[in-house]
């Protein structure tokens, strides 16, 4: 029943199919992390091979041959500090090395650094998708961010309800939303692609499904991107979408999301202005087509059970022309 | 022939003997029985708690799978990690102490038995309690730490987190009783020539142990007793929509939550520190070096909490400051592991079953220990945390080392507990089983970790490689379990057909051994001479005794008071609920101390708690007058206190129908919430006081109190001045502003 959705390879083929992300960073933040984490997965290696050597050395070695006893040795102070000093050195270089990560890579707070000026990227976290502003350009979408390769970002995390965690495994620390303050991370993509982003504090029943990507462009195409998005929803033109806007208009879908340039302003749900232009819906659980999209509108709660959009049972007339408005909206 | 004069003969006894073996053991004192209800207990929850995760691995075996939903999925991870720290590990490990520790040390019984029984019982109440909620709609879904405000009623409405709270508060009081009595039957019930530095070091573990668990156990209690203010009166303490703070939750929990897996850990470094010694056929090497690390471990886990939050948005100053404690706490731990090593090394090892789990023990510990230094590094943790990488330390840790370090124990205490050994062959199949379904299920994890996979998702999408180390983790669930269920039929069988252990199968060391196996009632005819650590080797090989060639301090011990220590622990726990209480206070009053005080009376408050310390003078008197056989004086002084004390507590009521008037409540504002909490909690300290000084004031007045059990009353006078201690500083920061 499922293999419709989402398991479909085209979603694997859009975004960067990277087998250890953790260990491909693209951004400076995150190729710091991998290298520290190789320096002391290296030191660790080295700890555990001297120690299973010794074991199983002793295990081979000193195998009990019949009655004869062992010489009781009680213990060495020799011995004590032979063996905690070499440890203690690490611990403590690892200790100025993780000080050191922590203050380069931390983001102090806003009202810090830049009191007056509003973050880059605002990204507030509902239960179970991502509202994502732009404050200077008053651009405002959903579950996918752009970003010009090579810029250092400054970006706010909120949360609108529980806490959840915003992680992108390739560029860089997790940082937690919790409700009630702002929390601030440095965004920065070295490179051009794609990249997954999920949801890391558990935040209900939703929160495997609680995906985004990061487009990362050249700064024109970052640009014009941009404009795009600020821009309120143009009006439909073909008879189908006109109906489909009538019926979204006339029920609640406004309640909830907001489509700039009608009387929407609601943000319970993602803001649709320019939905037609994501690549995923549903914060990642199936990619963005007219098919999928007619599908989730069929019945939400059978992709992501749980979450709270309710199901309108609209009938196959409706659907089709829902779907086309909302196809329009690019 | 009257019954009296059959008595004599066997006839009536073993009718007695079967006809009340089921209620012996629902009504035993003895620690020895209540050790193994420990155990059976724990192991019947073992299989509950691993059902539940096998069906979630069933779950993750393939993308997209659709065998369970969220909802369920949620109930039991939630469920999983809960049943496996509160009603498997903490249980089993209270149940080995409680067997082992009386014998170790010489000593017939705990110090309390009928606390003992006690303590046991809140167990199964507990369990019963928390499962239960599978019949109210739903079990608790917010995750075995149930962050806030996911765990809030606007979250998470049904009922279920209400159980999970109540059900540790349950647990939490079990392991705080059971915990006082271990630390004064170590401290007061050693055989003579048992000095501290003699015990072994199992026992050294339990003493440590117990004291983390009266520090960590009450910052659990606060937390959860905060939350359950919050979800059922209306209090917003966690929710930040209503002034609350949702990162106070994660504090007060990681204080109890960090020094709770060494709680996990040192007892299973103690069974280790047995077994390892006796299958290298040596003493274990650095005894003191293993038992002050123990002490350092111990001290530096109350300190580290913070690196369960190194991502919630800490200042870098307190980031530092974690990462580099949590980092120091290796090298300590770094410290034991060397010495069980250099036990091995050169002594003449014996591969039983329990060394090998042992051995298994000591190789995944490690493991697990590693990644944790890589935790400790905080911008590592910033990208692993929330993951598989996450879920394989912890499972490392506690699964292939104290789990592993149980089957160590299982299989060489068994003997001792049963009279019967557990057969070696099905051991060293059970023993294969677990250690490759172990690794099976928990090291590809790590990998997961890296490729991005968070934690607590009941599906995925098909990213490259998920599902094959996905699919190969639900294997390994599957040997594993296979593993456990060797093992039963294993202890089933041997029960009814194992081969006969006598007193010391093993040719081991400490005190336990020096009696039969399964022990008599009272544990020992007669305890052999204790000169060194290892008394039953000094009995069994007189030429390399070990008080021969390593001299150990002379037993030079003050005597104690049972009651007198027991009180002093169990006041340590209070002071620890209070203090995070009066934290909660400070931390919502601090910026409008001054404008909430104004609906208080000081100088009316100031006048009550005049009467509440008097009341402490009073208490004083008399204690002196039932030490000096007074017992006019004493009832006298005593009815004043209980007087005073009703004073008090009648005031208090009036304030509180003055502020319910003034529409003040417990759920108005952040003041109310924490005002009440605060000083309802203190009230209900004194009124428990009371009852207690009332039952000690009717035992006087029946003449059923001597001068020989003042003791015991200055134990509970010892409570009665802390309560009064405590409402000075309550005094202090609710009504004179201190602080805030």
């Known amino acids: 029943m499922r293999s419709d959705i989402c398991t479909s390879p085209q979603i694997d083929a859009m975004v960067a199919s990277v087998l250890v992300p953790v260990l491909d960073p693209a951004s400076p933040n995150a190729v710091t992390i991998r290298n520290i984490f190789l320096i002391v997965l290296l030191i660790s290696l080295a700890i555990f091979v001297i120690v299973v050597t010794l074991i199983v050395t002793s295990l081979v070695r000193f195998r009990s041959t019949g009655e004869a006893l062992p010489k009781q040795a009680f213990g060495s102070h020799t011995a004590e500090i032979f063996w905690t000093l070499p440890p203690l050195l690490i611990v403590l270089s690892l200790g100025v090395a993780s000080t050191r990560l922590i203050y380069s890579i931390s983001a102090a707070p806003l009202s810090q650094i830049a009191p007056t000026l509003p973050a880059d990227i605002v990204v507030v976290g509902h239960q179970w998708w991502w509202e994502i502003q732009y404050p200077r350009s008053g651009a405002t979408t959903a579950n996918e961010i752009h970003v010009p390769i090579g810029k250092k970002l400054c970006v706010q995390v909120d949360s609108a309800d529980v806490i959840h965690s915003f992680w992108l495994p390739q560029l860089g620390p997790k940082v937690d939303m919790v409700p009630g303050q702002h929390n601030f991370l440095w965004l920065e993509a070295d490179r051009a692609g794609t990249y997954e982003g999920a949801c890391s504090e558990f935040c209900g029943d939703q929160h495997a499904w609680m995906r985004f990507i990061v487009v990362a462009e050249p700064e024109a195409q970052y640009q014009a991107w941009l404009a795009v998005q600020a821009k309120p929803a143009q009006g439909p033109e073909s008879t189908i979408a006109l109906a489909g806007r009538s019926f979204v208009v006339a029920q609640t879908c406004l309640n909830c999301h907001e489509i700039r340039g009608t009387s929407a302003a609601a943000s319970a749900g993602p803001d649709l202005t320019h939905v037609a232009s994501r690549r995923q819906l549903g914060a990642g659980v199936m990619e963005n087509t007219p098919e999928t999209l007619e599908r989730w509108l069929a019945n939400p709660e059978a992709y992501k059970p749980g979450c709270k959009m309710p199901n309108f049972t609209m009938n196959h007339e409706q659907l089709q022309q829902v779907t086309a408005y909302l196809e329009s909206l690019r | ?740």
């Not at chain 2, 996979?453 to 379990?481: C, E, K, Q």
Request: with cysteine; hydrophobic share 50%; glycine share 8%.
């Open chain 2, 1 to 740: 022939m009257s019954i009296e004069s059959l008595s004599g003969s066997g006839l009536v006894e073993r009718e007695d003997e079967n006809r009340s073996s089921l209620l012996e053991w629902f009504s035993s004192v003895d620690h020895k029985q209540i050790g193994i209800l420990y155990i059976c207990t724990a192991l019947v929850f073992l299989l509950i708690g691993g059902l539940e995760a096998v069906v979630m691995r069933i779950q993750l075996i393939t993308p997209n799978n659709t065998f369970i939903g969220p909802r369920l999925f949620d109930q039991l991870f939630t469920m999983h990690g809960t049943t496996m720290v509160f009603l498997v590990g903490m249980p089993i490990l209270t149940g080995f102490a409680n067997y082992l520790v009386p014998l170790m040390i010489g000593a017939s019984d705990v110090a309390f038995p009928r606390l003992n029984a006690f303590g046991f019982w809140l167990v199964p109440l507990g369990g019963i309690l928390l499962h239960y909620s599978f019949l109210t709609g739903s079990a608790p879904n917010a995750g075995w730490f149930s962050y806030a405000p996911l765990s809030e009623r606007a979250y998470t409405s049904l009922q279920g987190v209400d159980y999970w709270l109540i059900a540790l508060l349950v647990l939490g009081i079990g392991s705080v009783s059971s915990a006082i009595n271990l630390i004064v039957t170590i401290i007061v019930c050693r055989a003579p020539g048992m000095s501290i530095q003699r015990v072994p070091l199992f026992v050294w573990m339990m003493l440590i142990t117990s004291v983390l668990i009266i520090l960590a156990i009450p910052a659990l209690n606060s937390a959860l007793v905060l939350l359950l203010i919050d979800r059922t009166l209306g209090a917003a303490f966690f929710e930040p929509s209503r002034g609350g703070n949702s990162l106070l939750w994660q504090h007060f929990f990681w204080i109890f939550g960090h020094p709770e897996v060494y709680i996990l850990a040192l007892p299973a470094f103690g069974m280790i520190s047995e077994i390892i010694p006796v299958f290298s056929r040596r003493p274990i090497y650095g005894y003191e070096f293993v038992a002050a690390s123990t002490l350092a471990i111990a001290i530096l886990s109350v300190g580290v909490w913070g690196h369960h939050m190194f991502a919630v948005g800490m200042s870098p100053v307190y980031n530092t400051f974690f990462s580099i404690g949590s980092l120091l706490i290796a090298i300590p731990t770094g410290i034991k592991v060397l010495n069980w090593t250099a036990t091995l090394w050169r002594g003449s090892i014996q591969l039983t079953t329990a060394m090998c789990f042992a051995i298994a023990f000591l190789i995944q510990f490690v493991i697990g220990g590693l990644t944790g230094v890589m935790f400790a590094v905080a911008p590592i943790d910033w990208q692993l945390t929330q993951t598989y990488f996450v879920v394989a330390h912890f499972h490392y840790v506690l699964f292939g080392g104290t789990i592993f370090a149980l089957f160590a124990g299982g299989f060489y205490w068994f003997p001792k507990m049963t009279g019967r050994m557990l057969d070696e062959r099905l051991g060293t199949i059970t023993f294969w089983l677990l250690v490759v379904g172990f690794n099976l299920t928990f090291f590809v994890q790590h990998f997961l970790g890296m490729m991005g996979m968070p934690r607590r998702t009941y599906t995925y999408g098909d990213h490259p490689g998920w599902h094959a180390l996905n699919a190969i983790s639900t294997l390994g669930a599957f040997v594993m379990s296979l593993g456990v269920l060797v093992f039963l039929w294993n202890v089933v069988r041997s029960l009814r057909e194992g081969a006969v252990a006598g007193d010391n199968p093993w040719d081991a060391f400490t005190l336990e051994w020096a009696t039969s196996s399964p022990p008599g009632k009272d544990n020992f005819d007669h305890v052999p001479p204790i000169k060194s650590r290892r008394p039953v080797w000094d009995m069994n090989h007189p030429d390399l005794a070990d008080w021969k060639t390593s001299r150990t301090p002379e037993d030079r011990r003050a005597p104690h008071s049972v009651a007198k220590l027991a009180a002093a622990c169990f006041i340590v726990s209070e002071a620890m609920f209070f203090l995070l209480l009066m934290a909660a206070f400070i931390t919502f009053n601090h910026a409008t101390g001054a404008t909430s005080r104004k609906a208080l009376e000081v100088g009316r408050s100031a006048l009550f708690t005049f009467f509440l310390l008097s009341s402490s003078v009073t208490l004083s008197r008399a204690e002196r007058a039932l030490r000096h056989s007074q017992r006019r004086q004493f009832l006298g002084w005593l009815g004043i206190t209980l007087v005073l004390g009703l004073i008090f507590l009648l005031n208090q009521a009036y304030e509180y129908s003055g502020l319910l008037h003034h529409g003040i409540t417990i759920s108005s504002s952040l003041f109310g919430s924490t005002f009440f909490t605060l000083t309802g909690f203190h009230g209900l300290h004194v009124l428990g006081g009371l009852v207690v000084l009332t039952a000690m004031f009717v035992l006087g007045k029946t003449d059923r109190l001597s001068a020989r059990q003042s003791d015991a009353f200055t134990a509970v006078g010892y409570y009665w001045h802390f309560v009064d201690l405590v409402w000075i500083v309550v005094f202090s920061i609710v009504y004179l502003g201190v602080l805030t």
